[in-house]
């Protein structure tokens, strides 16, 4: 299935995958505004509120993580990628998290939050090794690995593919969540989980036709209501005192906030995704400039010395409260937050384009000449 438009002899992107690429980091950003806000939820005023922001703003963010991993192995499962690919794609991940990584890191060590050790030097200038993001050096590690993770699948045949996407959901998706149960519980770490969503969305990719997905978006439509209903049972039922059903639900609940491959996560994940590759091809220029700052806008947010920052003050949740109803002034808060930081990013990329992208990769492209291809 093609993805994308040609113009002028080059493929613009489908904007159905761009616009959910943006849907998934609002998510993200409205669940760091729950998390690492100033202000617990009870700030905010009114049952509804606080209902709304514990089974919906609070464990939403995996859900957008793991969308975004979704994304990435549906393009690598269709092109096929190789590893020059995951190269070039982790370099251009470095660039952009250096830039905020040294800009943030000479603030805060002028503020004088951080001291000048090795630690923090190391961080500002090698933000993947430093882990400076989570998400960032996990998912460097994830794409340099995924081509052989997906030539391996390819090769397992359907039968087999089959089998192994229901033998890891239910081990990653179900297992660890069950009371008592501690079996998979340190294994399933967030790098592992990626590569079941792998699984799962490669078996779709190459096994399901699209007219087969068009057909079937009244259930994926139905999924995601289903799962955000049973998010809201679980979160209710958790805070009662029936014994194993309270400490049931709240572990699949708790899931969802920490796990992307979590079977509520995936309930939800993978149909969001399947509404965008089912849709029909189309473009949409603004959409398509708005999602290529996505990115940058988890970066400029998530960073830990920026977090007390941005989320106190105006965007606490005891301000915020004093809007009504005060769940939708955090969803216009954290719109904004995104609009701001994608302007901040917009910003950057000029910087770019104007010094280490008017030749782009260009000693990198070398060595991976000379190391890899073998020229």
Known sequence: MDNSLAKGGKKARNSSFELLRIVAMFAILLHHLVVHNVDAVEALPGAWSRLLAY??????????????????AWFYAEKRGSLVASIRKVWHINKQATFYSLLFGAFFLIRGNVQADTQTIVSMVLPIIGNTWWFVSTFSVFILILPFIIQGLEALGQKNHRTLCILLTVLYGVVPFIPYVSVMSESANLLSEFFVIVVMV???RWNVD????????????????????????????SQ??????SSLSSSFYSAVFSHPSSILSLTIAIPSLLLAASTRVWTSKPINVIASFAFGTYLITDYALMRPLIWSGPLSLSHLGTFSPSFLACCVAAMCIFLVACAIDAIRAILFSLTVDRHPAKYLNMVIDKCIVGK
């Open 55 to 72: 089974t919906f703003a609070y464990p939403i963010g995996r859900v957008g993580v793991a969308i975004f991993i979704a994304i990435t």
């Open 210 to 237: 699209i007219e087969v997905l068009r057909g079937a978006r009244a259930w994926f439509v139905a999924s995601i209501v289903i799962s955000l209903l049973v998010l809201l049972f679980c979160y209710v039922l």
């Open 202 to 204: 490669t078996y779709i």
């Open 240 to 245: 009662k005192q029936y014994p194993l059903i």
